[in-house]
């Protein structure tokens, strides 16, 4: 929402400022309490980032292109995980007697996220007529593109009343299932990938190294899944294929032996990878792909995605020391929301599709997806011309 009322230009860069000055202060943290708080305080900061991206990106990108947009954006932070584990692998081979190696690693990765930060306010437009980098004519075709496409209206100021206008809708309940459901397996893998690799048997510093080639082939199969989600402009079986891959790799990993079984254990790896980063990126170019009004989208982006952090609360739950080494009880609860996360992505995507054919039958309404213009829309999605993007 904040983002909305002023603009991203100023509030992503605000939001990574603030994170980028807490990692770097975290280095003169010199007890758990300060440390704790700091880390509180960073989480403030870097809790509205994706939520604001998502949003922001939905106001230069049409429906039919967003996915693979926020998956370029979500693929780079993707890529920085994956990376991290050799930059942290390089710095712990560093050996000093006035900075400690955890030191170091927050001094690098603060001290890039400030001098992106503050690039940034420079660089980001607030909106594609206010872009500097367009001229007037690029301008005028940009917002034709998102009234075509997009949005009912483009360039509107923050409307208060306008937010929550869609939380009354039945199918809201799906989304905030959907959103939280999806997001367990998520951060099972970004968070506890090492431990899981760990089960392996490698030291800590290699553990690091061997979690590099997992999330980098999840980087690839998140562009293609996400560029062909975009192409066939459908979204739901694209989230089920996906969460279907992270089932996979989470049964494979409850059901063997993974000190007797170690190559099948990091093939499981690829496997989450591969599958639980994809709906990040889907679940919510689905959901802004379905409403026209950018406050509502602001506001519904805001709370999705914090269902989805907060469901990592779930996750470090079930990821308990004295169910190591084989943390059944935690891959057996993450592969349980996945398979509600499928039920629900189903009968959301089924009944779409299946309103879209009635619609197509109305005398007078023109059918299919793509000849849908969202600037003549008026009633949201009540209206008889709308076409939901399934």
Not at 176 to 196: E, R
Request: aromatic fraction near 14%; charged fraction near 15%; hydrophobic fraction near 45%.
């Amino acid at each position: 929402m904040l983002t909305k009322r002023f603009s991203g230009r100023v509030m992503l860069p605000t939001l990574m400022l603030g994170w980028g000055a807490m990692a770097l202060t975290q280095c003169a943290a010199k007890n758990f309490g300060g440390l704790l708080a700091l880390r509180l305080i960073l989480a403030v900061f870097e809790a509205g980032f994706f939520a604001g991206t998502v949003f922001y990106l939905s106001l230069f990108y049409a429906r039919g292109e967003l996915g693979f947009r926020i998956a370029i954006f979500f693929g780079s932070a993707l890529l920085a995980s994956a990376f991290s584990g050799l930059i942290s692998y390089g710095v712990f081979q560093v050996h000093s007697s006035h900075v400690q190696g955890w030191q170091l690693l927050f001094i690098i990765e603060g001290s890039l996220t400030c001098i992106v930060a503050i690039v940034g306010f420079f660089w980001l437009p607030g909106t594609p007529e206010s872009a500097w980098f367009l001229n007037d004519s690029e301008k005028l075709a940009a917002r034709m593109r998102m009234l075509r496409d997009g949005s009912s209206e483009v360039g509107t100021k923050f409307r208060l009343k306008d937010c929550f206008r869609t939380w009354r809708n039945w199918k809201f309940i799906l989304w905030c299932i959907i959103s939280f459901t999806y997001s367990v397996a998520f951060t099972t893998t970004a968070t506890f990938l090492p431990q899981i690799v760990a089960r392996l048997g490698f030291s800590a510093v290699k553990t690091n190294l061997w979690t590099v080639a997992p999330n980098s082939v999840g980087f690839v199969v998140l562009l293609c899944v996400t560029k062909s989600s975009d192409y066939f402009r459908e979204r739901s079986l694209h989230i089920v294929l996906a969460l279907c891959i992270s089932l996979t790799g989470l049964i494979i990993l409850a059901a063997i032996d993974v000190v007797d079984n170690k190559a099948v254990a990091y093939f499981a790896c690829f496997l989450l990878c591969s599958g639980a980063y994809i709906p990040s990126c889907l679940v919510h170019s689905w959901h802004n792909n379905n409403n026209v009004n950018e406050s509502s989208r602001a506001a519904t982006t805001g709370l999705l995605v914090g269902l989805g952090n907060l469901s990592g609360i779930l996750s470090t739950a079930t990821f308990r020391t004295e169910y190591a080494p084989a943390y059944r009880p935690t891959l057996i609860t993450t592969s349980a929301c996945n398979i509600t996360c499928i039920i629900c992505t189903l009968w959301l995507g089924v009944w779409m599709k299946i309103e879209n054919r009635r619609r197509d039958k109305i005398p007078g309404q023109q059918g299919g997806l793509r000849q849908i213009d969202t600037s003549d829309n008026v009633h949201g999605e009540d209206d008889p011309s709308w076409r939901y993007f399934t």
